[in-house]
Each structure stands twice: as C-alpha cells, then as structure tokens.
C-alpha cells in the first residue's frame, strides 16, 4: 500500500483498513494457536472494545488528572493479586505488556542489589524477554539448562550457579515454549537462601492456573517468591497492551519507580517505562475483566485446558508426531521424528487454515511446534486433529526439507558480527529471497526458511533476522507524501 495525502471519506479509511486486516492473521475464531487469545464470548469482547474507545485519550500520566485510570489500575491490581495469593501489603502496576513487566522487575532487582556488575539466574526456558532486559539494562544473563526429561528448570544446578553477582533468579508458570511450570519453591528457596529476589513469570499462566486442579505451587504462597507477572491481554482475554506486576511488598516495588525534577516542566513520575499511557487498554481490561468475572474465567480456563488435552492424547496417536513434554497448563509443543519436520507440518497447517508457531532447536532441544490454546478454540479440537493428522501425513510424503549444500556452507562462514547490508542482500539473492529489485521476498511456505535458520547458531539467527526486520520496515513506496 503506498501513502496518502489528500484526506479520504470514512468509508474509504475503512475500506484500507479492511483491506489491510485481510493480510494478517484472524485474531478470532480459534483456529490462531499464538499471538492471540479468544474467549468466544462476543459480549466481553464488545465492552472492551466500548472501554478502550472511551478512554483511548486518556493519559495514565498523572493520577490526580485522571483519577479514573488510577481506581481502574488499583482495582485490577487487587484482582490479580487475589489470584496469585498475594499476601497483605503487596503493590503493583499495570504495564503496557509481559516483556514491559519482566524489564521492570529485573531492573527493581538491579537497583535493589546495587552490584557493579549483576547478574541473574535463569533457566533455558527463561522467555527471551529476560535477554531483553540483560541487555537493555546490563544485567549478565546466567543460563541453566532444564532438565532434559521434564523441561522443568534444574533448581539444583540453578542453586549453583547463584553467586555474589546475582540480584534475581527466575522461574516459569508455565514456560512459553513448552507448557511446564517450573519447581516454584526450590528455586524461591535458593534466592531466598542468598538473601535475593525470586520473580515468577506467570505472564502466560497467571489467569489460568488460579482454575485448574492439582497445579504445583507457584504463586506467591510460596515463600521466596518476591515478585510475579501475568497478562492480561493473554488469558484475562483483554485487548492487547495490559500486563500487571505485583511485588510482595511496596518496598520491593520501589526500585522501579521513577522521577525526575530536573527539568522546568512537571515532575516525571511513573511507576513503568512509559510516561503518557493511554486509558484504553487499562479501561478495556477492567470493562472485560469485570464482565467476564472470576466464575467466567474458571469456565475459560476449563475450556481451553480441555482442549489442550484431548489435542495433546490425540498428538501421540499421529505417527510422525509426538508431545515434547505432557502440558501443565494450556500450551503445547509437538515435536517430529526423523520422517519429516515440524517447518513443513506449519505450512501444512496453514495450508488448512490453522497457525501453529514453528519453534526453532535450542540446545539439546528439538524444533517443534507451539500451541497457544484460546478457550475458543475448544469446539474445533476435532477439526484441529484431522488437520495436524492430514499435516502431518503430507509432511512425511514429502520427506524432511534439505539444505542446499552450497548455500549451508556459505552460511557457515558468516561471522554475525561482521555481516553488513551488502553482505546480507547478497545471502538474500543466494538463498532466492531477493526480489528483482534486491528487495526481501519472503515465501509464502517458510519450511525452507526456518530449516536454513535452524542449522544456524542463535547469534547467526539473531543478526539474519535483525536483516529481515530491517529489510521489512522501510517506509512505504512514495514515502510520506507519495500518492494514493
Ligand atoms: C511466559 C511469558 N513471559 C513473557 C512473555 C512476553 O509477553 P509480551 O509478548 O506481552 O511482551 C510471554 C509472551 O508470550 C510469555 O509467554
């Protein structure tokens, strides 16, 4: 699409905007399995979408100003605190997302610990947004591997690995990647052991695990445990940009709060990284959370548990397919043997109108296949099935995607730190992904794609892909003022 100048009509803007959406993704419907979450339930979905209009204008800025946002956050506060047992005295803050709440709780941490060179402990399933955090704020990122049977972090080998640099040890409930909560009290132990702080990332599982049975422990019940994070644009089924983080104590949240007088203006004073936030999300969050209520989201979570469940006993029944660890909450990883890949079985299912996240190997771990389950999901499970079962069988016809032995072997030799945009665009022609302008031209199948990266080390993935973001955001043909 290129850019406009002159104004359009209503029906035109809309129009564009129809047209756009028909490129992505349905973010309803069920058959989406990440990125997006749906309730199924057409009326909470219509009362955030009333909230978030309401408010879109409002500024979270400052709280005597707009004190309606601040009833709204202390309220929604106090519910996730409810859930994840939060003891009295407890504070938190609603951030813009989970990456928003674990930067936060990591810099808490730094400042609390006041090392010259800190560091934190976190297994290999660790979400990458504590990578983010490492580096956006020059904290060592320790990894331990998970225990290769369970996929459960290793509390012991974590202990290990705590010393006088470590501000923050990290546990998952569950982790993204495979859907397995971690062993909560011993590592909380371990960081309480050394006097630091233990966060517990329910970013995925936080809404979720409050309703389901025999759940180990993993809440702030847990002693040790001294901060927590859960999203609610995930499993509270609320539009995208709310995240809550709850310390144990206001005390501990106090590492994280900024201001600053030095400057003519108004005081800056915020509890998160953004300054002005906008009162829709945070109003679209309270409106759905309150409508959906905690009995609607035990209903949800019931659901999508099911769902998860009878997709996972019907997975190990598929040859060629197989679960990587049996799931402690509402997501799945598949994993493939040597009769075809995951990549290809991702296609297949896009091909039936189903998006499943292909997951590239990491260490000792296999590429496999990740499924974010939506309670609306739960009366397609059927159809879901036969599709992963007819993906699968199409899969292992054509056999595992191989590398052009020559394109392997130039890859081999890139250094990532040295790869420039020449360098780039002539691993994109050699590769077939440059168009005839030498611009990217990603397939519409990426089997072959991820197989490439796939034999990749992290650091080679992370400078392709940086590529391929830098490539995919550049202004619109014509520019700002191109025609219409
Ligand atoms: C366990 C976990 N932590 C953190 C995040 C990051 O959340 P966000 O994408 O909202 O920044 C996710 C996202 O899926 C997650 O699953």
Redesign the pocket.
């Known amino acids: 699409m290129t850019a406009v100048t002159s104004a359009l009509t209503t029906d035109e803007v809309l129009a564009h905007l129809r047209a756009l959406q028909g490129l992505d993704l349905p973010a309803h419907g069920g058959r989406t399995l990440a990125y997006v979450y749906d309730s199924g339930l057409a009326d909470a979905d219509a009362v955030g979408l009333e909230a978030l209009a309401m408010f879109a204008g409002s500024n979270g800025l400052d709280p005597t100003a707009f004190p309606s946002l601040l009833a709204m956050e202390n309220d929604l506060v106090a519910l996730a605190g409810g859930l994840l047992d939060a003891p009295a005295g407890f504070a938190g803050s609603v951030t813009s997302?989970?990456?928003?709440s674990?930067l936060l709780a990591v810099l808490a941490a730094r400042k609390a610990g006041d090392h010259p060179s800190p560091s934190m402990v976190l297994p290999t399933s660790a979400?990458a947004?504590f990578h983010k955090a490492a580096a956006y704020l020059g904290v060592r990122a320790v990894v331990v591997d998970v225990d290769p049977d369970t996929l459960r972090a290793d509390p012991v080998a974590m202990a290990a690995a705590i010393d006088d640099s470590t501000v923050l040890v990290v546990a998952?409930a569950p982790?993204?990647a495979h859907g397995v909560i971690d062993p909560v009290p011993e590592i909380a132990a371990a960081a309480a052991a050394h006097g630091i702080r233990c966060h517990v990332?329910a970013?995925?599982g936080g809404w979720v695990l409050p309703h389901l049975d025999d759940v180990p422990p993993w809440t702030f019940a847990v002693d040790g445990v001294s901060s927590m994070s859960v999203?609610l644009?995930?499993y509270a089924y609320t539009p995208k940009g709310v995240?809550v983080l709850l310390h144990r104590t206001a005390a501990l949240r106090s590492t994280h709060l900024f201001a600053s007088a030095n400057w003519p203006g108004y005081t800056m004073l915020n509890a998160t990284m953004q300054s002005t936030r906008s009162g829709g999300p945070l109003a679209a969050a309270w409106a759905v959370t309150h409508r959906i209520g905690l009995e609607g989201y035990a209903d949800l979570a019931r659901q999508a548990r099911e769902a998860t469940l009878a997709t996972a006993d019907a997975a190990d029944g598929i040859p060629g397919l197989r679960v990587l660890a049996p799931p402690d909450s509402t997501l799945l990883a598949l994993a493939t043997d040597d009769s075809c890949d995951a990549f290809t079985v991702a296609d297949e299912m896009l091909e039936r109108g189903w998006y499943v996240q292909p997951q590239l190997s990491f260490r000792d771990l296999p590429p496999t296949l990740h499924l974010t389950f939506s309670a609306a999901t739960s009366p397609s499970v059927a159809e879901l099935v036969e599709a992963l079962s007819d993906a699968v069988a199409t899969a292992r016809a054509v056999g595992p995607v191989s590398v052009d032995p020559g394109l392997a072997a130039l890859m081999g030799g890139i250094d990532p730190a040295t790869l420039d945009d020449a360098g780039f665009s002539g691993l994109l022609a050699a590769a077939g992904l440059a168009g005839a302008d030498g611009s990217l031209a990603l397939p519409t199948r990426m089997a072959a794609v991820n197989t490439l990266l796939d034999a990749c080390p992290p650091a080679l993935r992370e400078a392709l892909l940086l590529g391929v973001l830098d490539r995919l955001s550049r202004p619109s043909d014509g520019g700002p003022n191109g025609g219409s």
Do not use: L
């Open positions: 997302g989970g990456t928003e674990i979400h947004a998952s982790s993204y990332d970013c995925i999203d644009h995930k995240s």
